[in-house]
């Protein structure tokens, strides 16, 4: 390797995970610490919805809810061709998002393809479905950022804050899939990240490329705090709440 | 301003105001942007706004948190903004993250009432229902008198019974909506229940006070409404008006500090409940034979689950029903929410056109709602398009299928 792009590595996989991790921690504690900053000095007593007492029916509608919103079914509420529209784009992205990061943890060794050999060959799982995945949450961010321009609703409420998100995104995604179908070395690689994390690639991808995804991701995760990408691991406490208090109120409130 | 005082934002509030990642699907589905078509009144946007002026009050030596200060002339100007809205809920069923919008935009206007920067007109508002102790400006003791206007015999009033009717600001003092108070009475006395009505000592049941934003004012209402309940040792409290039953049932608890020593019902869950155990004798009736459909209020369907009840209730006194679209839990509001027609009246209107064309696109003849507010917002809406359809509260189909009126 190159010297001058093994020190380019060794910053971006060596050095830079450090002040991502510290931005990141930041970002959190002041975001805690603003939170609690607002908290009202004394308890209010509970609404009469968080008195009700969970009965079955409830916990019926709560676990109904959680899964209603948890697939993006709310925003199907409508019948209609432009939220069906919108609901496939975030769907199939946010579910090709999770399945690529989950994939990323396989090189780390937390786990195996063989453990998913049921289900398809370790050529597919490992190389062929990331592939199509990649494409599809590029294409899926791609048509929000053309949503979020071209849709004059969602433009007049946006600001830098959506569209840069977005963009890095892209570029993320767009990183990636390039360093899938550039040429590659036929070596194994091993890709060392701060602290001690280790990614055992079969093949030594596309090195410039492979730079360029992880300066985004981490510009990402320095951000995200910051940022409404915060939604990512607020969403579920918000989502179950909603259940819980919908649960309650469609089930056990009721006389 | 003074930033500095709004420390009564939850830190479960903050999660939920930064959950919002703009998507604007709301948009979609509100009818209030649907009408004006301005950003600030879009739940999303709204949302950045109030987010804005929370985090400038908080932290003040955060830089990060205070980028925007400099501009608190403009975020007044959003203020307005928050009163444009029908607080009909329907921004939370379509939002992907399940933020529950109803409670953030009370407590925006719990905000901004603290500030005292609400539109003079709900200072005016505010100011009557404190001194009156009702919606409308006028001596509490005309509470009652649609009791004598309509001959209705044997009301007790303010007496020891089991039930208690709580009528509510709208059926008491507006004609127009005084034949729900009659239909949902008769309804009572055929059901042989023993009820009351609360007379001079029902006072307003504070949501119009929750919807300008003082707190204080509805926590007033409710500590007098739950005392003159409990001294007549009711057990159940029934409304036709689902903003009382709501705010009696969901909100008094937290504004009193305690658990109700009663139930609380719609009039609608009652009447199901009464003719599913066949307590309610519908032999030899005559079905309404015109074509009927059923506009679901927000508070009684979206925000209290009250849904299958009112078409049970229909259902028994009719042959000919169409569903309307935008029903049910995704029910489109008719604009009667939200304190609008005195912050807005225009909207108000051009909303309930929306609606009521829904209705006229369905050849109904008979639009029914089950809260006063619609019924009366329903009928403005037609008379604004000039279209003849007759709109019935549930209460009074029933009742006159039942031949009570």
Known sequence: MDTNLKLLMDFIFGTLPWVTYATFLFGISLKLYTWFSTSPPSRTVPSSISRTPISAESIRLTIGQFIYLLLFQGRFIKPKAKSFVLWLMSFSAHISLFLILFGHLRPIGVWSASWFAWMASEQFLTRDLPFYLGWVVLGGFSLLLVRRVVDRSVRSISGFDDYFLLAILITIFLAGNMMRVSPYIHESFALRISPSIVMQLKETPSLIWLAVHGIAAQVLIMYMPFSKLFHIIASPFTILAYSIRHGRLYGGMKT | MKLETL???????????????????????????????????????????????????????????????????EIENYVENVY???????????????????????????????????????????????????AYGVGNDARSMWVDYLGLDNAKINERSDVVYFVGCTSSFKAVAQDIAYATSLILNHARLSWTL????????????????????????????????????????????????????????????????????????????????????????????????????????????????????????????????????????????????????????????????????????ILTSACPACKITLMDGLKKIGVKMQVLDVTELFARKLGLM
Not at chain 2, 95 to 123: A, M, S
């Open chain 2, 7 to 73: 420390k009564e934002v939850s830190p479960f509030t903050m999660l939920q105001l930064e959950t919002c990642a703009r998507c604007a699907h709301c948009a979609e589905y509100c009818p209030v942007y649907d009408v004006l078509k301005k950003p600030q009144v879009m739940p999303g946007g709204r949302v950045s706004v109030m987010l804005k002026i929370i985090k400038s009050g908080v932290n003040p030596w955060f830089a990060l948190y205070r980028s925007k200060t400099n501009k608190l002339n």
């Open chain 2, 198 to 365: 609360l007379g001079e000592d029902e006072w307003c049941c504070g949501a119009p006070l929750l919807m300008i934003g003082d707190e204080d004012g509805a926590r007033k209402m409710a500590e007098h409404n739950v005392k003159a309940i409990e001294n007549l040792d009711a057990k159940l409290v029934v409304s036709a008006c689902p903003g009382c039953a709501r705010t009696i049932k969901q909100k008094y608890p937290s504004l009193i500090g305690r658990a109700l020593r009663f139930n609380v019902m719609h009039v609608m869950e009652l009447l199901d409940l009464y003719i599913r155990k066949e307590r309610m004798p519908l032999k030899g009736i005559e079905k309404e034979s015109a074509l009927v459909t059923y506009h679901d209020p927000c508070e009684l369907a979206r925000l209290s689950g009250v849904i299958d009840e009112p078409r049970h209730v229909i259902h028994a006194v009719t042959f000919s029903f169409r569903e309307m679209p935008e029903g049910k839990k995704d029910v489109r509001c008719c604009g009667g929410g939200g304190i609008l027609q005195a912050v807005n009246d225009e909207l108000r209107l051009s909303i309930a056109e929306k609606r009521v064309r829904q209705a006229q696109a369905l050849e109904a003849e």
């Open chain 2, 84 to 134: 444009n809205c029908a607080l009909c809920g329907r921004c939370m069923a379509v939002c992907p993250f399940g933020i529950q919008t109803d409670i953030l935009w009370e407590l925006f206007r719990k905000i901004v009432y603290r500030f005292n920067k609400h539109p003079p007109v709900l200072k005016e508002v505010d100011k009557f229902i404190l001194s009156t102790y009702n």
